[in-house]
């Protein structure tokens, strides 16, 4: 059993991914002149494959997909990257290749201890940067990999980005790695190819081998070795219910989502970055659910403009005319800080100074300066101000009072300000925050981890953490009420809502409103416009008084209730 993160179904054959191109230490003495002259030369070629590379991605897969290899043009633009492999030539007399190993090596293992999710898989990119510098210093800039063959499942502890979009994609059938998250970038261009893709799956170099022949689920997190004839058999069977299953989901597209008796189910879309927002426009989606904006710190050598950040808003913004455009406020701190920010380690940085705590404190400028362009996006756009890890009243209420005076200064109308609610905190506090909050949207991702006490990222705790888990629902579904009771708009915006089967449970909760990946909303419509709203209350009443994540998953599954699959 593995861990899926791209959906699908895949029949062939292994072939298991081939060492990055080995460095050796120099038996001879090192010209440090003529090293960083090769440097440099590797760094223009990498750069100009890049270029290469993104102008491919746009063509074939769309902006979204090729931003990422804009950001990996960003990071080798960095001149502290360039500045730290130079030292290392000129200090330690190291061949260029094995300066540029080295500072990589350092970079990607600080990335890989984060706590947060975007930073951890951002290890992958920088190992991707140092793998191309090092192929084009050495001479041999092709790919890793040699041609496909028909139905070949990629096999490897971890898979590149660019590995992914330099394969023959009509060849590629599904990937097997031991290392990858939900949200990497290899995920996503998964995801964007129609690409199953398992993770988790470990012993990869000793239980795996070219040639193997291997039945991939990427739904149930299944991997199947040299398969019987009885296990080919089914699992052809399972392609073809599955084939038939999507489309009867793309035949329901273009539907309103509603349940069977006609309740209205508003659909919205979660952002990481702008360009994701024409997809968001082509699924029909009532609206930007949350847009998180991260990207504009992370990504860069210093903080952005308030030009910057007005630019880039007002893209969403066109891309979704008439639409409410929810704007996260910057979540940093803890383990989320930018390159230009000088922070102390925290010894737990999931639970330190963080998201409005921080934004109030350390990244104040950072905070006023994004209010000032959300505010000014606001007067030709539909934006609500959302806030991130609110802990209670007065939190909030310095936050908004800060949103206040700049509104006054500029002589702006204020939009909607929201609470994201992601902590414990949040929740026991709810009916005095939405006294002065417009609207509340719940991140299922953080409060499910901060409830039930465990990494939501780690493959071993996965039985423990679950937004299907009693005490989760019952916080949901008290924030729910209080809402409703107060007429405030109440936004699902965490993984959750996109799990058809969870969305459903959420429905009979009360929630109307469910924010998720645009990919992820086909198969959600199909199923809700399958029930009805008694029958999702009567489930949703029984799962909140059952004792157990697994008592849980067996009322929905009793209940018949599937989603994006048409069977368990």
Wanted: glycine letters at 6%; hydrophobic letters at 45%.
């Amino acid at each position: 059993m593995g861990k899926a993160i791209a959906p699908g179904l895949a029949n062939g054959r292994a072939v298991v991914l081939l060492d990055s191109i080995p460095v050796q230490a120099s038996l001879t003495p090192v010209d440090s002149d003529a090293e960083i002259l090769r440097l440099k030369r590797a760094f223009q070629s990498a750069g100009a494959d890049l270029e290469a590379l993104q102008a491919h991605v746009h063509q074939e897969f769309g902006a979204s997909e090729a931003e990422i290899f804009a950001a990996h043009q960003l990071i080798l633009e960095d001149p502290a990257l360039l500045n730290d492999i130079i030292q290392r030539l000129d200090s330690d007399a190291l061949r260029v290749e094995d300066a540029i190993a080295a500072s990589v090596e350092e970079y990607a293992a600080r990335m890989s201890k984060a706590q947060d999710p975007y930073l951890r898989e951002r290890e992958l990119d920088i190992r991707d940067i140092g793998n191309r510098l090092i192929r084009h210093a050495a001479g041999h800039p092709a790919s890793r990999f040699s041609a496909l063959e028909d139905n070949s499942i990629i096999v490897g502890e971890e898979l590149l980005p660019s590995d992914l979009v330099e394969l023959d994609s009509d060849k590629l059938a599904g990937v097997v790695t031991q290392r990858c998250g939900e949200t990497s970038h290899v995920a996503i261009l998964a995801r964007a190819l129609g690409v199953p893709a398992l993770t988790g799956i470990t012993d990869i170099g000793g239980s795996l081998s070219t040639g193997q022949h291997l039945l991939l689920d990427g739904y149930a997190g299944k991997l199947v070795i040299a398969p019987t004839q009885s296990q080919r058999q089914a699992f052809e069977q399972k392609q073809h219910r599955f084939n038939d299953y999507r489309d009867a989901q793309k035949a329901d597209e273009h539907l309103p989502c509603q349940t069977m008796d006609g309740v209205e189910i508003q659909l919205m879309a979660n952002l990481a970055r702008p360009n994701e927002a024409e997809l968001s426009a082509s699924s029909n989606l009532a609206a930007i659910g949350l847009l998180r904006t991260e990207f504009l710190f992370l990504d860069h050598s210093e903080p952005p403009t308030v030009d910057e950040q007005i630019d880039l808003y007002a893209q969403v913004a066109s891309r979704m005319p008439g639409r409410d455009i929810c704007i996260r406020t910057l979540d940093l701190g803890g383990d989320k800080f930018p390159l230009f920010l000088r922070h102390s380690p925290e010894a737990n940085p999931n639970l330190g100074i963080r998201g409005l705590r921080f934004s109030l404190g350390a990244g104040l400028s950072m905070f006023r300066t994004q209010v000032e362009a959300l505010l000014r996006v606001s007067a030709e756009h539909r934006v609500n101000i959302l806030l991130p890890m609110v802990l209670g009243v007065d939190d909030f209420l310095a936050a908004k009072d800060i949103i206040l005076q700049i509104a006054r200064e500029l002589g702006l109308t204020v939009p909607p300000i929201g609470v994201l609610v992601e902590t414990p905190a949040a929740v026991l506090l709810i009916d005095e925050i939405l006294d002065h909050a417009d609207f509340v949207n719940l991140g299922t991702n953080d409060l499910t981890q901060f409830l039930l006490a465990s990494d939501r990222n780690a493959l071993d705790a996965e039985d423990d953490y679950s937004v299907l888990h009693p005490a989760v629902l019952r916080a949901v579904k008290t924030v729910c009420s209080t809402a409703q009771a107060k007429n405030k708009p109440v936004t699902v915006c965490g993984e959750a809502a996109g799990s058809p089967e969870i969305a459903a449970l959420l429905v009979g909760l009360g929630i109307r409103r469910l924010s998720m990946s645009p990919s992820l909303s086909m198969p959600v419509k199909y199923l809700l416009r399958t029930l009805s709203l008694a029958t999702l209350e009567a489930l949703a009443r029984e799962a909140i008084e059952a004792r157990s994540i697994c008592r849980v998953k067996e009322i929905v599954r009793v209940a018949g209730i599937r989603g994006s699959y048409p069977e368990s």
